[in-house]
């Protein structure tokens, strides 16, 4: 599918638009090394972020848990990564898996747990939190809960605020997912398509 959502040009935003683009190109997401273009060439937004612009209230709060689960979380940035793919591959989001990739990679994650991942499956992880946390993502994506075990193991591990942030980030990602189906053009037909180049994150 080609994006139904016409990119746009920064000169164009009127005056709220240009603070949901503000606090998204100039906010953490684009502070140190990057891996990813938050801005195509002219300046306009790519992946989910364009149709954030349609409603700037919704927009800019949307925006802000993004930064708040992937900057102000206390998950590791490796669960936190592995979590996002967990939610790429449940959803077949290429455009997700892409961006991510890229920001596990300088996280720690290795191209077995990344080949993994990308397969619906689950690293062989050595670390029982990070197992703990990756067992309650795959809950939540296919099952919509997490059985009393399931909750218990990972409150153990990561505190009711880490559980809190865990299920907060995997309701996000599926909401950029979603977005990315209806307004950018990417469908489930995408899943596994190792030919596509563009990357982005979120």
Do not use: K
């Amino acid at each position: 599918m080609t994006a139904r959502l016409a990119g746009l040009l920064p000169g164009a935003l009127d005056e709220q638009q240009t603070e949901v683009y503000h606090a998204i190109t100039a906010g953490p997401r684009a502070a140190g090394p990057q891996a990813f273009a938050l801005v195509d060439e002219e300046g306009r937004m790519r992946g989910p972020f364009n149709a954030m612009l349609l409603s700037p209230p919704v927009g800019l709060a949307v925006q802000a848990v993004g930064t708040a689960v992937r900057y102000e979380s206390v998950l590791t940035d490796r669960v936190r990564e592995m979590a996002i793919l967990v939610v790429a591959a449940e959803w077949g989001s290429g455009f997700e898996r892409e961006a991510h990739e890229e920001v596990g990679r300088r996280c720690g994650l290795t191209e077995s747990e990344l080949r993994a991942l990308r397969a619906d499956g689950l690293p062989d992880l050595a670390d029982p939190a990070e197992r703990a946390a990756l067992n309650a993502v795959v809950a939540l994506t296919c099952a919509g809960a997490l059985s009393d075990q399931e909750y218990y193991d990972t409150v153990a591990a990561w505190g009711e605020r880490g559980l809190f942030e865990l299920t907060t980030l995997v309701g996000y990602y599926a909401l950029l997912a979603l977005q990315l189906r209806v307004f950018a053009g990417e469908g489930p037909a995408d899943h596994y398509d190792t030919s596509r180049t563009e990357s982005g994150t979120s």
